[in-house]
């Protein structure tokens, strides 16, 4: 999970990187530069030394210029991505309210709520719509079904779980139980998106939503051997940043709903 974080940073910043980079290299040539030419015509110490202070101090502008744009990007990026989320807030309501309830349910099984804290920004929102966006442009045809909208719910939920658990001495151990209650939400939802599923079917260009029978997922499903089998596997993936494609995924809860009938 760390891993993923680091090489979004990097992938983000990487332009800003190279710049410090080609500055660096800039000065230290110059500074070589001067420095054969002051052996070379018997500059004076003190005009060698002038002249890498200068080079320094182009730097140190270089490198405050760029902190000044990057700060600007950053306030630039920050209000796109809340604008984004205000839009997302009123698009996705009913998500919104699906992840509340079962974080409410999940919640009041706990012995010590003060164990956890809530994240209210909402971060699963954006992840939850750029998921949905990318399979609707590479790999289907048409608008996602019931199983496809919970596969891309659940990985946004996995990566930016609403449930926090507050820090202690036994980091893997608190990585776990984190991991285990905020399934307990992300599960809860997926199984009712899917409890009463929609597809989509394309009839003269148009295409038509058909709902089909609602059934008991989450009975079943949860007290069986394939319920745990799911929750290790899509831990196991998660702590080794290897993703299951949400397609083969949303495949999964398909024979599931199916199974369930």
Excluded at 41 to 53: E, G, H, K, Q, R
Excluded at 76 to 85: E, F, H, M, T
Excluded at 190 to 206: A, L, Q, W
Aim: glycine share 4%.
């Amino acid at each position: 999970m760390k891993k993923r974080k680091l090489k979004q940073f990097f992938k983000e910043n990487w332009g800003w990187f190279a710049f410090v980079i080609w500055l660096l290299l800039v000065s230290a040539t110059i500074s070589t530069v001067m420095a054969t030419i002051s052996d070379t015509m018997d500059i004076s110490i003190w005009t060698n030394l002038s002249l890498v202070a200068i080079c320094v101090l182009y730097t140190i502008a270089g490198l405050v210029l760029m902190s000044k744009a990057a700060d600007k990007d950053e306030k630039q990026r920050a209000d796109g991505k809340n604008k984004r989320l205000q839009e997302l807030k009123t698009q996705d309501k009913y998500y919104i309210d699906l992840v509340d309830r079962h974080v409410k349910e999940t919640l009041s099984k706990l012995k010590d709520e003060s164990l956890v804290g809530i994240d209210t920004s909402l971060e699963y929102l954006i992840s939850f719509s750029d998921k949905v966006n990318w399979i609707c442009n590479t790999r289907i045809v048409g608008k996602p079904d019931s199983f496809i909208i919970a596969s891309c719910l659940m990985y946004s939920l996995i990566s930016h779980p609403v449930i926090m658990v507050k820090k202690s001495e036994d980091s893997e151990y608190l990585q776990s139980i984190g991991f285990s209650i905020n399934m307990d939400v992300v599960m809860n939802c997926v199984f009712e998106i899917i409890s009463e599923p929609s597809t989509y079917f394309e009839d003269n260009g148009i295409w038509v939503e058909e709902k089909h029978p609602k059934v008991n997922i989450s009975g079943l499903i949860k007290n069986s051997e394939l319920y745990q089998r799911i929750l290790n596997s899509i831990y196991r993936d998660e702590l080794s940043d290897n993703i299951t494609s949400i397609m083969q995924f949303s495949n999964l809860l398909y024979l599931i709903y199916l199974n369930c009938q």
